[in-house]
């Protein structure tokens, strides 16, 4: 079965059109041809198929491929279609075949034309395709996404589980299992299911250097990523939530904030889901805000920046969508929002599950959770995940995450370590991270009883140090080295040489604290706080001068111009645009255009003036809940339908459909109501109440209004008046 170099490099040019192998496909390729199993461990894009496509093409016999996946199956068999004049080359045998098409794949096969077979595992374990398999010259198996054979992995799937089974059932042949994403524990979970502990393995670096990893608190976060989106105008980007009705929510804010974002979940028809796509694809949606579903089998090479909404449940598969920025070697922005509150939420849909599998999810939790908090740097913290050494400080992007730009101090822990490695020896090994923590801690649990470590020595001697403290020492002991997680019981941790060594003799072991969630929130709201609530009232003096003229010019009261609030609100947000004016609160569209310019002219000189550092990101609206109501009263009122009826429509009180009203003219859309009022009020009085708002008037407040017409007039007429006074001159 062997081939030499230069065969196989031919056959790659003839075949795939490839100058030259990626990485170690060689190697891997043949290691396969020579009979071994093969283990491939490769990021995505790294060139996995053709690790066992070109193999199968050259070998006699049948290559069964077992994929995930029905839709990846078809691309990847159209793919191998395009390169070879036999249609029959490869085939696929699943659920979506009907008995014709299942016919001619048994055929082709029966026949020899068939080199490669996609499979998906549940088809396998079908007792006549055994059968029928048993007769056929088979050249060797592949597993793709094999991660899905550990329950450990991210996305277990358990028809994996038989595999072995099958394989052996049919006839041993060598085995390729490949996978982007494995743990060590996955790692040899999969070479255990498989039986394939013997096997060769290749495995490529993790490491992305171009991607750029930050992870922040998550407030304001819609506020956040629009001025991060903002500030890459035009560029792709897919932004991940974990429920369908997030993503509906988080795509509708874009869109409102002139962002264009499609939105990708299950819950949309097929049709919508690959227009959402294609549109994404073909570059006339720059955003994609999509659940977990988006992603796979998806190559768009210049993704420059992946958002986690909502914290992912595993760090496989935040290393996975991560992974789908910067594939064109451009850098990739990987941004996360990270609320503790996401984990809780996480957790508590997880206690709906089987022990086992809480349990396992869970732990991936964990991780997450250590990923997010943690201060050193993150790209060595997640490839230490997959089990692969960094060099934070020469490694290739070492510098690429905001805890490497921003470092924070180091702080000496060597007695710390001490203490905690000494526990650990002298619990003997035995307990995972958690429970040692809450010994130096003083809690006790199940298993710290059932040790009856409450009456050691170490029990409470942490006691002045907190929770946090004891996470991150234990955590940063694991990835330098100190101590390890055991594969088998995954978590319980163990002394590694290096810890041996320290506890024989110390040397200087420094920390960076973890990030502090719980503190952060509160620095950042007050942030917030005087960010928002920072009105400058100099600048409210300015403004209530230039609404007054503005106010001559049109010859209408100021206060029917903007009111305070809007005032105010300009004098916090400093808009310098008719488009931004037209986000200050209480300004409509309209109302911008028609009286804005004088406002903004001043307000850009004077932050040039006084050198003034306009907040970026104000440019924010809400998606208003009411804007159906808004449109329905506005369209009503054409019709000229009773304003009881309407509110009644709405299940709205008199007063909130006023309010309604009262929003709807102040932001300078037209209501006409006069055939309502001219019903209710006396004519002479209508004018009355227009004359005084003209050229009496102080405000339109109610105030005023109540002291001149409360005799005549009650409080819902007197603001009736008010709507078609502010509708009739300012709109
Ligand atoms: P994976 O399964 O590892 O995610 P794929 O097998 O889908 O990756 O391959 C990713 C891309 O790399 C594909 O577009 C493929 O055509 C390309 N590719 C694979 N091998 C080579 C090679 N030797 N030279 C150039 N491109 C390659
Ligand atoms: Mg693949």
Same mark, same amino acid.
């Given at each position: 079965?062997?081939?030499?170099?230069?065969?196989?490099?031919?056959?790659?040019?003839?075949?795939?059109?490839?100058?030259?192998?990626?990485?170690?496909?060689?190697?891997?390729?043949?290691?396969?041809?020579?009979?071994?199993?093969?283990?491939?461990?490769?990021?995505?894009?790294?060139?996995?198929?053709?690790?066992?496509?070109?193999?199968?093409?050259?070998?006699?016999?049948?290559?069964?491929?077992?994929?995930?996946?029905?839709?990846?199956?078809?691309?990847?068999?159209?793919?191998?279609?395009?390169?070879?004049?036999?249609?029959?080359?490869?085939?696929?045998?699943?659920?979506?075949?009907?008995?014709?098409?299942?016919?001619?794949?048994?055929?082709?096969?029966?026949?020899?034309?068939?080199?490669?077979?996609?499979?998906?595992?549940?088809?396998?374990?079908?007792?006549?395709?055994?059968?029928?398999?048993?007769?056929?010259?088979?050249?060797?198996?592949?597993?793709?996404?094999?991660?899905?054979?550990?329950?450990?992995?991210?996305?277990?799937?358990?028809?994996?589980?038989?595999?072995?089974?099958?394989?052996?059932?049919?006839?041993?042949?060598?085995?390729?299992?490949?996978?982007?994403?494995?743990?060590?524990?996955?790692?040899?979970?999969?070479?255990?299911?498989?039986?394939?502990?013997?096997?060769?393995?290749?495995?490529?670096?993790?490491?992305?250097?171009?991607?750029?990893?930050?992870?922040?608190?998550?407030?304001?976060?819609?506020?956040?990523?629009?001025?991060?989106?903002?500030?890459?105008?035009?560029?792709?980007?897919?932004?991940?939530?974990?429920?369908?009705?997030?993503?509906?929510?988080?795509?509708q804010?874009?869109?409102v904030?002139?962002?264009?974002?499609?939105?990708?979940?299950?819950?949309?028809?097929?049709?919508?889901?690959?227009?959402?796509?294609?549109?994404?694809?073909?570059?006339?949606?720059?955003?994609?805000?999509?659940?977990?579903?988006?992603?796979?089998?998806?190559?768009?090479?210049?993704?420059?920046?992946?958002?986690?909404?909502?914290?992912?449940?595993?760090?496989?598969?935040?290393?996975?969508?991560?992974?789908?920025?910067?594939?064109?070697?451009?850098?990739?922005?990987?941004?996360?929002?990270?609320?503790?509150?996401?984990?809780?939420?996480?957790?508590?849909?997880?206690?709906?599950?089987?022990?086992?599998?809480?349990?396992?999810?869970?732990?991936?939790?964990?991780?997450?959770?250590?990923?997010?908090?943690?201060?050193?740097?993150?790209?060595?913290?997640?490839?230490?995940?997959?089990?692969?050494?960094?060099?934070?400080?020469?490694?290739?992007?070492?510098?690429?995450?905001?805890?490497?730009?921003?470092?924070?101090?180091?702080?000496?822990?060597?007695?710390? *370590? $001490?203490?905690?490695? &000494?526990? =650990?020896?002298? /619990?003997?090994?035995?307990?995972?991270?958690?429970? +040692? @923590? !809450?010994? #130096?801690?003083?809690?006790?649990?199940?298993?710290?009883?059932?040790?009856?470590?409450?009456?050691?020595?170490?029990?409470?001697?942490?006691?002045?140090?907190?929770?946090?403290?004891?996470?991150?020492?234990?955590?940063?002991?694991?990835?330098?080295?100190?101590?390890?997680?055991?594969?088998?019981?995954?978590?319980?941790?163990?002394?590694?040489?290096?810890?041996?060594?320290?506890?024989?003799?110390?040397?200087?072991?420094?920390?960076?604290?973890?990030?502090?969630?719980?503190? *952060? $929130?509160?620095?950042? &709201?007050? =942030?917030?706080? /005087?960010?928002?609530?920072?009105?400058?009232?100099? +600048? @409210? !003096?300015? #403004?209530?001068?230039?609404?007054?003229?503005?106010?001559?010019?049109?010859?209408?009261?100021?206060?029917?111009?903007?009111?305070?609030?809007?005032?105010?609100?300009?004098?916090?947000?400093?808009?310098?645009?008719?488009?931004?004016?037209?986000?200050?609160y209480g300004?409509g569209?309209?109302?911008?255009?028609?009286?804005?310019?004088?406002?903004?002219?001043?307000?850009?000189?004077?932050?040039?003036?006084?050198?003034?550092?306009?907040?970026?990101?104000?440019?924010?609206k809400n998606v208003v809940n009411k804007s159906t109501n808004k449109v329905f009263i506005i369209k009503s009122?054409?019709?000229?339908?009773?304003?009881?009826?309407i509110a009644?429509a709405k299940g709205m009180t008199?007063e909130e459909l006023l309010s309604e009203m009262e929003s709807i003219?102040y932001q300078?859309t037209?209501?006409?109501?006069?055939?309502?009022?001219?019903?209710?009020?006396?004519?002479?009085?209508?004018?009355?109440?227009?004359?005084?708002?003209?050229?009496?008037?102080?405000?339109?407040?109610?105030?005023?209004?109540?002291?001149?017409?409360?005799?005549?007039?009650?409080?819902?007429?007197?603001?009736?008046?008010?709507?078609?006074?502010?509708?009739?001159?300012?709109?």
């Amino acid at each position: 079965m062997a081939q030499n170099n230069i065969q196989l490099t031919k056959v790659l040019k003839q075949l795939f059109g490839f100058n030259q192998f990626k990485g170690d496909q060689e190697a891997i390729i043949k290691s396969l041809l020579d009979g071994n199993d093969v283990f491939v461990l490769m990021p995505t894009g790294g060139g996995k198929s053709l690790c066992y496509q070109l193999p199968a093409i050259v070998s006699d016999g049948l290559a069964i491929v077992v994929s995930p996946l029905i839709a990846l199956m078809k691309n990847q068999v159209d793919a191998i279609r395009g390169i070879s004049e036999e249609r029959g080359i490869a085939h696929v045998l699943n659920s979506s075949l009907n008995k014709t098409e299942t016919n001619q794949v048994l055929t082709d096969i029966k026949n020899g034309v068939t080199k490669l077979l996609y499979v998906a595992p549940e088809s396998l374990t079908k007792e006549e395709y055994i059968n029928f398999f048993q007769s056929v010259d088979i050249s060797f198996y592949a597993i793709d996404e094999a991660h899905c054979i550990s329950e450990w992995g991210h996305d277990f799937r358990p028809e994996y589980r038989n595999i072995q089974n099958i394989t052996e059932k049919i006839g041993k042949r060598p085995i390729i299992a490949l996978t982007a994403t494995a743990t060590p524990k996955v790692q040899d979970d999969i070479q255990k299911t498989l039986g394939m502990q013997k096997a060769e393995v290749f495995k490529a670096s993790f490491n992305r250097p171009n991607l750029f990893y930050e992870v922040r608190p998550k407030i304001d976060a819609a506020k956040q990523m629009i001025k991060f989106i903002n500030q890459r105008k035009g560029q792709s980007g897919i932004i991940y939530c974990l429920s369908r009705k997030k993503v509906e929510e988080i795509t509708q804010i874009l869109q409102v904030n002139g962002i264009s974002a499609v939105p990708y979940h299950a819950g949309l028809d097929a049709k919508k889901r690959a227009l959402h796509q294609d549109m994404f694809l073909m570059e006339n949606a720059d955003v994609v805000v999509a659940t977990i579903a988006f992603g796979m089998g998806i190559d768009k090479p210049d993704v420059r920046f992946v958002i986690h909404y909502d914290i992912p449940k595993s760090l496989e598969g935040y290393y996975q969508e991560t992974g789908r920025a910067g594939r064109d070697g451009g850098v990739g922005y990987c941004l996360a929002f990270y609320d503790y509150k996401d984990i809780e939420k996480l957790e508590k849909f997880l206690s709906g599950k089987p022990v086992s599998e809480r349990e396992v999810g869970l732990q991936l939790l964990n991780e997450v959770v250590a990923y997010a908090e943690t201060s050193m740097s993150r790209r060595k913290f997640l490839l230490h995940y997959f089990g692969e050494d960094f060099d934070e400080k020469n490694g290739a992007g070492a510098m690429m995450d905001d805890n490497m730009q921003n470092p924070k101090e180091k702080i000496d822990a060597t007695q710390e *370590l $001490k203490q905690f490695l &000494d526990l =650990l020896k002298d /619990t003997k090994e035995m307990l995972k991270l958690n429970d +040692l @923590v !809450k010994v #130096l801690m003083g809690k006790s649990s199940v298993i710290i009883k059932s040790y009856g470590l409450q009456d050691s020595a170490f029990f409470g001697s942490g006691k002045e140090r907190d929770d946090t403290f004891w996470q991150t020492i234990g955590r940063q002991a694991v990835v330098q080295n100190y101590c390890y997680k055991e594969v088998e019981s995954y978590g319980v941790l163990k002394l590694r040489d290096k810890g041996k060594k320290f506890l024989e003799k110390p040397s200087e072991f420094k920390i960076v604290k973890d990030h502090d969630y719980s503190q *952060l $929130k509160v620095e950042a &709201d007050d =942030l917030n706080k /005087t960010a928002a609530g920072a009105l400058d009232e100099t +600048l @409210v !003096k300015h #403004l209530k001068e230039i609404r007054k003229k503005v106010g001559k010019k049109h010859k209408i009261p100021p206060f029917a111009i903007f009111q305070d609030p809007s005032l105010e609100d300009m004098a916090t947000n400093y808009p310098t645009s008719i488009e931004e004016l037209s986000n200050i609160y209480g300004v409509g569209e309209g109302k911008a255009k028609k009286f804005g310019k004088d406002f903004i002219h001043f307000i850009a000189q004077y932050v040039e003036e006084n050198d003034i550092d306009r907040p970026e990101d104000f440019v924010f609206k809400n998606v208003v809940n009411k804007s159906t109501n808004k449109v329905f009263i506005i369209k009503s009122t054409d019709r000229k339908m009773d304003l009881e009826d309407i509110a009644k429509a709405k299940g709205m009180t008199m007063e909130e459909l006023l309010s309604e009203m009262e929003s709807i003219v102040y932001q300078g859309t037209k209501l006409n109501i006069d055939y309502y009022i001219n019903d209710l009020i006396d004519e002479d009085l209508q004018d009355e109440v227009v004359e005084f708002l003209m050229e009496e008037a102080e405000s339109d407040s109610m105030k005023e209004l109540l002291d001149e017409f409360g005799d005549d007039m009650d409080e819902n007429e007197i603001r009736l008046m008010r709507i078609k006074f502010i509708s009739d001159v300012a709109n």
